[in-house]
């Protein structure tokens, strides 16, 4: 197997020596933040999408614990190109975590140390490379009541795992979580957008993780005049779509064949195809409209 490395507190080690204490207090209590971005194949070399944005976001999550990090985000990005360069990536996902040391295993993190490290992994299509069929899962997103849920926070990924195997387990690709109100949210790790009446429609903020891709595809959307509402939505709307697609940094535009019994004719329809193929042309570096949005090693 290829040598990989990994970027932990300022250096650069072999994989193997990014090691940490079974005391890290992020293992026994999910207190940390991350992200996940991709790096593209461009035929002008390996391009960062949205690089700034995530790093940004990437802080804001931590920022929730009250504690400040020592990386700041210059050091992170820098450290994140120097990751890729050194592994000699093309294609890869890039995955930065900040986490809390193991000086205690007492509840609050306030007086522990802050550590960073930079992983890179391939990954090609999350979600596989056809059309998925999704199921509404029993389990519920965490609540804004209970979570400042913009964050992406080690630990609520539990909430996501325990949504995906319970709709696995009756025999579908992925999950579609309803919030505490009823309304429609997201999936394990994507965004859910609808065509609607010919306009995309996708659940607002309230309780959902706002996603890059997300707002990547607003803007695409609008520049293509496609009008695009984020308004509540619930498990009537489904009835009424004619398409429906996920987005996230590893999904990308994942079409959606059916969500329960609900079946789509067409996946991809029409204005998905529009929409991954610009999505597309923008992650290969022939878009000019949304150039700015790749950043090139
Ligand atoms: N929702 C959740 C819960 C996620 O984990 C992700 C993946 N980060 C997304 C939405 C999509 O976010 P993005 O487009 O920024 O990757």
Redesign the pocket.
């Known amino acids: 197997m290829k040598k990989s490395y990994i970027w932990l507190d300022g250096t650069i080690v072999p994989s193997e020596l990014a090691t940490i204490s079974v005391m890290t207090h992020t293992l026994h209590y999910g207190t940390g933040a991350f992200?996940?971005i991709r790096c593209y194949a461009t035929p002008k070399g390996p391009a960062i999408f949205r690089l700034s944005d995530?790093v940004e976001?990437l802080l804001q999550s931590f920022s929730c614990f009250g504690v400040a990090c020592p990386y700041s985000k210059n050091i992170i990005e820098q450290a994140i190109v120097d990751t890729i360069r050194i592994n000699n990536a093309r294609d890869c996902y890039i995955r930065p975590i900040i986490f809390f040391g193991s000086e205690s295993l007492l509840l609050s993190p306030k007086n522990l140390s802050v550590h960073c490290a930079i992983i890179i992994i391939n990954m090609d299509k999350y979600l596989g490379k056809e059309a998925i069929k999704v199921g509404i899962s029993s389990v519920k997103r965490i609540s804004p009541e209970s979570m400042p849920v913009h964050n992406?926070i080690n630990g609520?990924?539990v909430n996501?795992i325990f949504a995906y195997h319970e709709v696995k387990n009756r025999g579908f690709d992925e999950a579609l979580l309803l919030d505490h109100d009823g309304n429609i949210s997201?999936?394990?790790?994507?965004?859910i957008f609808f065509v609607i009446d010919g306009k995309l429609k996708t659940p607002d903020i309230k309780s959902?993780?706002p996603?890059?891709?997300?707002a990547s595809i607003i803007a695409i959307a609008s520049k293509l005049g496609i009008e695009v509402c984020e308004q509540s939505l619930t498990i009537y709307d489904i009835n009424k779509a004619t398409e429906a697609f996920f987005?996230?940094?590893?999904?990308e535009i994942t079409p959606i064949k059916s969500i329960d019994n609900k079946k789509f004719s067409h996946s991809p329809g029409c204005i998905t195809q529009k929409i991954q193929m610009i999505y597309h042309s923008v992650t290969n570096g022939t878009d000019t409209d949304f150039a700015s949005w790749l950043y090139f090693i």
């Not at 997201?186 to 965004?191: D, K, L, R, T, Y």
């Open positions: 992200e996940g995530h976001r992406k609520y990924y996501s997201e999936g394990s790790v994507a965004n959902i993780l996603g890059i891709t997300r987005t996230g940094t590893a999904s």
